[in-house]
T-cell receptor, first 110, second 118 residues
Framework: QSVLTQPPSASGTPGQRVTISCSGS????????VYWYQQLPGTAPKLLIY???QRPSGVPDRFSGSRSGTSASLVISGLQSEDEADYYC???????????FGGGTRLTVL | EVQVVESGGGLVQPGGSLRLSCVAS????????IDWVRQAPGKGLEWVGR??????????DYAASVKGRFTISRDDLKNSVFLQMNSLKTEDTAIYYC?????????RGQGTLVTVSS
């Protein structure tokens, strides 16, 4: 069981808006920044969102992140076929003194 | 050009040891915190441990699952970080990724596969 909870799957059609949630606790998301990663099949995870809502250079503005209380969300607007991938949230956990990941959400573009 | 290259993986018997290396270029390595993250076959991402920078006295932290068995070290002069893995278990089988904690550049490596099996 992962410390951060994500839905195992999500789906949408091209052009749609999709939201992936990440639920934690006060010791992680409640007090720490959230990071989101995208992993395409057979490749290393790519940083998508850092510090809860910041996009690295080169990441399309279709991707956005937010954090509220002990939960965080990744929103993909204008879904594209190349967005089909696994998405993971992560945060530092003060109680565990370690970084924790969500179990991952597999996004399917229908 | 940014490059992150992990190496040192392979097949090892339970109870054995392995040392992974990660060499980076194209960004200021010495400023960065460096994580090791692993992914077992068909599973999600698991954080292994962290090496902080000189400003944070090169402190390290480890996941409970590897604490006492794995040790992270770094050599900033060689832009390298290492993961010494001892007392390996079958459940340590995974692809291991070196992950510099910077958003300024894309620091993805290809990972290195560690297989623990008799």
């Amino acid at each position: 069981q992962s410390v951060l909870t994500q839905p195992p799957s999500a789906s949408g059609t091209p052009g749609q808006r999709v939201t992936i949630s990440c639920s934690g606790s006060r010791s992680n998301i409640g007090n720490r920044d959230v990071y989101w990663y995208q992993q395409l099949p057979g490749t290393a995870p790519k940083l998508l969102i850092y510090k809860s809502n910041q996009r690295p250079s080169g990441v399309p503005d279709r991707f956005s992140g937010s954090r509220s209380g002990t939960s965080a969300s990744l929103v993909i607007s204008g879904l594209q076929s190349e967005d089909e991938a696994d998405y993971y949230c992560a945060a530092w956990d003060d109680s565990l003194s370690g970084r924790v990941f969500g179990g991952g959400t597999r996004l399917t573009v229908l | 050009e940014v490059q992150v290259v992990e190496s040192g993986g392979g097949l090892v018997q339970p109870g054995g040891s392995l040392r992974l290396s990660c060499v980076a270029s194209g960004f200021t390595f010495s400023d960065q915190y460096i994580d090791w993250v692993r992914q077992a076959p068909g599973k999600g991402l698991e954080w292994v441990g962290r090496s902080r920078n000189k400003a944070k006295s090169y402190t390290t932290d480890y996941a409970a699952s590897v604490k006492g068995r794995f040790t992270i070290s770094r050599d900033d002069l060689k832009n390298s970080v290492f993961l010494q893995m001892n007392s390996l278990k079958t459940e340590d089988t995974a692809i291991y990724y070196c992950a510099p904690l910077t958003a300024a550049v894309d620091t993805r490596g290809q990972g290195t596969l560690v297989t623990v099996s008799s």
